[in-house]
């Protein structure tokens, strides 16, 4: 129900700030996560960031995928 | 839902525009000529195949990162033209303007306009202008008709496509769009993204003086992609399918439809053409587009996988497979 | 780490569905999803398509245009032929049908209706135009709420006097409470909405799996996510368990975001609600407190005509999960994207808008 996606805060104004993502660039409202920080990635919704993406939980869990998809396809269940 | 004034979806590209074009305008004015609804409509006269469009331009803003109105509208219908297999040669030019129009704007436009004609080797030769008062049109309307020759001696739209044919794309998709949507206020977003518009008729051509192994061209304008092969789809009553991994899209134009809800698939390309070329010719076009500035990153997108009920489906990056409808309505900014 | 791509990655997602294929699960599962941008993805990436023929995906009441009922809509299209107002809203409410006409009907006959991405671009604009009357239209669930009340909050601190709120605002636990009393769908385990989540925290959803023994477990929105959340699901239900499980670990804390709870409880107080298909849920509704009513646009004076739902239209039973969208006879046929009937057909992100635009099957032609 909401579409909201992870970019990259370059530039801090107060309670404005500035995210990128892919060459473009958007001013959005950090009022929801006053702790934000440059270079953190932020979770963007409607204009607002509503949380900040936790990096080390995103390679671990991209770590556990894909030992599971290294896994041999022949084998048993686990 | 009321029915009785038209809306902007009438408009759009997609379903609804297509079906007050059948259900009223095609109905009303039917004939062998226009029936086929190409880009253009082939005529014969005497020996010779003669290529006929027109099309108008009321695009908002009137200037955007990449080019404006005028350059729109004569490469529009140059494209128009050059994707029946035809060679543009004369349009005309019809203006329709509002009181207080800003005259270095207008010379703007129309220098433009020049120019890119004079590149595309293309004459405006006649042409109308009308003002109306303040307030009873946005700034500039502009309408443009074309006239092409069909060196082939028969328009393209007429070759059938058959099992095994692929579909090669000219290049990055939807920056005419999203240039488009992000130089209009209320959208607030920074991107370095521009219009591709551009005349496509020397791009074409050198495809088709080295090969002859394409059979169907279109310029993806309103509706997109998605638009364009559905319309192939119905019209010949083939299957398509496309693979999304392989669709050339620029990172910033993907960022802002990931942001925004928007399907690259959906919008507006003003510089690019799709075709659908014989197997064996097929990686071949290909180099050949990749030669031209303008091609340079071609690539093939899919195949048409047969005959029958004339879908379109796409294999997402994820890998599973889904349809590909006509998009419907108005694009707009998605939240929820 | 590329945040959106890495999620996508199709040898991923393929390895992940045999995994899936591996769960010892003795009888077929249907698994809800309760969140539009979820029923979006499923048939963006064409998940279904992936998955064994034992798990099947059905939507849920999730998407809050669709289960948004029509007397807001008519009371926003009353409110914008009112002289000097300006009707902002989220893209999504354009073209979604009221009793008789749609706010695009209305901005075809000349009322001044707006699309803004962000209700903070609404402010500024209104700001920047104090001649006009600013409607914004609330319609979300608890991520927007949020962003809402923090909008509101900026109004009312810089003493805006011509920006008001209509609230159709919702939120989610108490509405999965009355749907899964209810009798109705099969429900096997429930992909929790990652949004509302992040915002709310998932203790407001642990009582689904303690009262009604329904595993749960909340999951992002890339393909790799929701295949790794039916994983999950499949895991409990062949192990018989119950519980809430977190599969958007990079987002989601336990306690949500603090910060935007507080903002929604300084600007908002819970309301009773009227769902579509749901019928009115007590407390599931956000209406702003009585201080603020000068920012409440629900007190403008309007003339709303009466509310008349279609009753062709089977958008309630789609909403519970109790029919898929090809089995209501107007889909495809009388009810498209471009005509639309229900809400379910014109949202972007409502079931019958995905089967539409994202299906293999053979719609109503």
């Given at each position: 129900m909401c579409l909201a996606i992870p970019m990259k805060l370059i530039e801090v104004q107060g309670a404005r700030g500035i995210v990128a993502l892919g060459g473009i660039r958007k001013e959005i409202m950090l009022t929801l996560t006053p702790d934000a920080r440059i270079g953190d990635y932020v979770i963007i919704h409607a204009g607002y960031a509503i949380e900040i993406l936790n990096e080390e939980e995103a390679e671990q869990t991209l770590d556990l995928l894909r030992e599971i998809s290294e896994k041999p396809t022949d084998g048993t269940a686990d | 839902m009321d029915n009785r004034v038209i809306t902007l979806s009438h408009g759009a590209g997609g379903e609804a525009m297509r079906r007050l074009i059948k259900e009223l305008f095609v109905k009303q004015f039917s004939n062998p000529l226009l029936n086929p609804l190409a880009d253009a409509a082939i005529l014969k006269l005497n020996q010779e195949r003669l290529a006929f469009t027109t099309d108008s331009y009321v695009v908002k803003p009137l200037e955007f990162p990449g080019g404006n109105i005028g350059k729109l509208a004569v490469c529009g219908t140059i494209n128009d033209l050059a994707v029946m297999g035809a060679r543009p040669l004369y349009l005309s030019a019809g203006f329709i303007l509002e009181e207080g129009?800003?005259?270095?704007?207008?010379?703007?436009?129309?220098?433009?306009?020049?120019?890119t004609a004079r590149t595309a080797q293309v004459e405006i030769v006649t042409g109308d202008t009308k003002v109306v008062p303040r307030g009873e049109c946005d700034g500039i309307f502009i309408n443009t008709a074309g006239l092409g020759i069909c060196p082939l001696g028969h328009g393209l739209s007429e070759i059938p496509t058959t099992q095994g044919d692929a579909v090669v794309?000219?290049?990055?998709?939807?920056?005419?769009?999203?240039?488009?949507?992000?130089?209009?206020?209320?959208?607030?977003?920074?991107?370095?993204?521009?219009?591709?518009?551009?005349?496509?008729?020397?791009?074409?051509?050198?495809?088709?003086?080295?090969?002859?192994?394409?059979?169907?061209?279109?310029?993806?304008?309103?509706?997109?992609?998605?638009?364009?092969?559905?319309?192939?789809?119905?019209?010949?009553?083939?299957?398509?399918?496309?693979?999304?991994?392989?669709?050339?899209?620029?990172?910033?134009?993907?960022?802002?439809?990931?942001?925004?809800?928007?399907e690259p698939l959906h919008l507006a390309n003003e510089g690019k053409v799709v075709m659908v070329v014989e197997p064996g010719e097929a990686e071949r076009v290909v180099e050949l587009l990749r030669?031209?500035?303008?091609?340079?990153?071609?690539?093939?997108?899919?195949?048409i996988t047969g005959h029958g009920k004339g879908m379109v489906r796409l294999e997402t990056e994820a890998g599973g497979v889904r349809r590909l409808h006509q998009p419907a309505g108005e694009l707009l900014p998605r939240i929820c | 780490?590329?945040?959106?791509?890495?999620?996508?990655?199709?040898?991923?997602?393929?390895?992940?569905?045999?995994?899936?294929?591996?769960?010892?699960?003795?009888?077929?599962?249907?698994?809800?999803?309760?969140?539009?941008?979820?029923?979006?993805?499923?048939?963006?990436?064409?998940?279904?398509?992936?998955?064994?023929?034992?798990?099947?995906?059905?939507?849920?009441?999730?998407?809050?245009?669709?289960?948004?009922?029509?007397?807001?809509?008519?009371?926003?299209?009353?409110?914008?032929?009112?002289?000097?107002?300006?009707?902002?809203?989220?893209?999504?409410?354009?073209?979604?049908?009221?009793?008789?006409?749609s706010?695009?009907?209305?901005?075809?006959?000349?009322?001044?209706?707006?699309?803004?991405?962000?209700?903070?671009?609404?402010?500024?604009?209104?700001?920047?135009?104090p001649e006009r009357t600013v409607i914004f239209l609330g319609i979300g669930f608890e991520t927007t709420a949020c962003t809402l009340a923090a909008t509101l909050a900026e109004a009312v601190h810089t003493k805006m006097k011509n920006f008001r709120l209509l609230s159709a605002l919702k939120t989610m636990p108490e509405a999965l409470r009355v749907l899964f009393t209810a009798p109705g769908a099969q429900v096997d385990g429930l992909i929790l909405p990652g949004h509302v989540t992040t915002i709310v925290g998932w203790d407001a959803f642990e009582f689904i799996a303690r009262e009604f023994s329904i595993p749960c477990v909340v999951s992002g929105f890339e393909p790799v996510d929701l295949?790794?959340?039916?994983?999950?699901?499949?895991?409990?239900?062949?192990?018989?368990?119950?519980?809430?499980?977190?599969?958007?670990?990079?987002?989601?804390?336990?306690?949500?975001?603090?910060?935007?709870?507080?903002?929604?409880?300084?600007?908002?107080?819970?309301c009773d609600m009227s769902w579509r298909g749901l019928g009115v849920i007590p407390g599931s509704g956000l209406k702003l407190r009585t201080m603020y009513s000068q920012s409440d646009a629900a007190s403008i004076p309007v003339e709303v005509e009466p509310s008349q739902e279609d009753s062709a239209c089977r958008c309630g039973d789609v909403l519970r999960g109790r029919i898929h969208p090809t089995e209501c006879a107007l889909f495809g046929t009388v009810c498209t994207p471009d005509t639309p009937r229900g809400a379910c057909m014109v949202s972007a992100e409502g079931a019958c808008s995905a089967v539409y635009h994202f299906s293999s099957d053979h719609h109503g032609q």
């Open positions: - | 129009f800003p005259t270095l704007a207008l010379e703007r436009i129309v220098d433009s306009m020049s120019q794309i000219s290049g990055t998709i939807g920056e005419h769009g999203i240039a488009i949507l992000a130089a209009r206020e209320g959208l607030m977003l920074k991107t370095t993204i521009e219009s591709d518009c551009a005349a496509l008729n020397d791009l074409i051509a050198s495809v088709l003086k080295e090969s002859k192994g394409v059979k169907w061209m279109r310029d993806p304008t309103r509706g997109g992609l998605a638009a364009a092969l559905t319309e192939l789809a119905e019209s010949q009553e083939c299957d398509i399918l496309i693979r999304e991994v392989s669709i050339p899209v620029q990172d910033g134009v993907k960022a802002v439809c990931e942001l925004l809800g928007f030669r031209h500035p303008l091609g340079h990153a071609a690539a093939i997108i899919g195949r | 780490m590329e945040p959106l791509t890495d999620f996508r990655n199709a040898h991923i997602v393929r390895q992940i569905a045999r995994e899936i294929t591996r769960v010892g699960l003795d009888r077929r599962v249907q698994l809800m999803e309760v969140c539009g941008g979820h029923t979006a993805a499923i048939y963006r990436h064409a998940l279904h398509d992936l998955l064994p023929p034992g798990v099947k995906l059905i939507s849920g009441p999730g998407c809050p245009v669709c289960v948004t009922a029509n007397d807001f809509l008519d009371r926003a299209i009353s409110i914008s032929m009112l002289p000097d107002v300006t009707i902002a809203t989220f893209g999504d409410l354009i073209r979604v049908p009221g009793s008789t006409r706010l695009a009907d209305m901005r075809a006959r000349g009322a001044d209706v707006r699309v803004f991405y962000s209700s903070a671009d609404s402010l500024e604009w209104a700001r920047a135009h295949m790794e959340t039916i994983l999950m699901l499949c895991h409990q239900v062949a192990e018989k368990r119950a519980s809430i499980e977190n599969q958007y670990r990079r987002v989601v804390r336990k306690q949500g975001n603090i910060r935007a709870q507080e903002l929604i409880r300084e600007m908002f107080e819970p």
